[in-house]
């Protein structure tokens, strides 16, 4: 049994944990679905942040979404990548947090989400919050694995 004490959970500052908007790659909402799909091809991420160009969030957009929204019934019309925007493709349910949340609550919300989107109270978007972060923060302070178990 792994015994977590939440007392130290509940130090991790999660201002330490955020990859600052200037880190994070992103796409805006009018850029088409050619430029989206390079962006993630050359990141080698599986989703980015969509933002507009007040730099709010919109939502995220995936490899995944981009392919089925250009899956006719015999292939895949790749011409389409030209014409489509972000905006027609992007999912909007965009997992958010603020950075006044406690580190449990963020831990339980990247159970099903591999990075959550931060913004300020007006709406600014101000980066995101991995699950590798969270991680090597854990490992960091030996929470989940003690220092020896790397020597
Ligand atoms: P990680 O925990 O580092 O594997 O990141 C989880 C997910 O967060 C990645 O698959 C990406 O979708 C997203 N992500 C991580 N870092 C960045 C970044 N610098 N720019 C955009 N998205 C990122």
Request: aromatic letters at 4%.
């Amino acid at each position: 049994m792994i015994d977590i004490d939440h007392n130290q959970l509940n130090q991790i500052e999660l201002r330490d944990l955020l990859v600052t908007s200037d880190k994070v790659a992103h796409v805006q909402v009018g850029n088409n679905l050619e430029h989206a799909l390079l962006v993630l091809t050359k990141t080698g991420y599986t989703s980015i942040p969509v933002l507009n160009p007040r730099f709010q969030l919109q939502g995220f957009v995936s490899m995944t979404l981009i392919l089925d929204s250009i899956l006719g019934l015999k292939r895949i019309e790749f011409e389409r990548l030209e014409t489509m925007k972000v905006e027609e493709v992007m999912n909007q349910n965009v997992p958010r947090v603020s950075m006044k949340k406690s580190v449990l609550k963020v831990i339980n919300a990247m159970i099903n989400h591999p990075f959550l989107c931060v913004e300020n109270e007006d709406g600014i978007f101000e980066g995101i919050l991995t699950r590798r972060n969270l991680l090597k923060s854990l490992r960091r302070q030996s929470i989940i694995l003690p220092k020896e178990s790397f020597q």
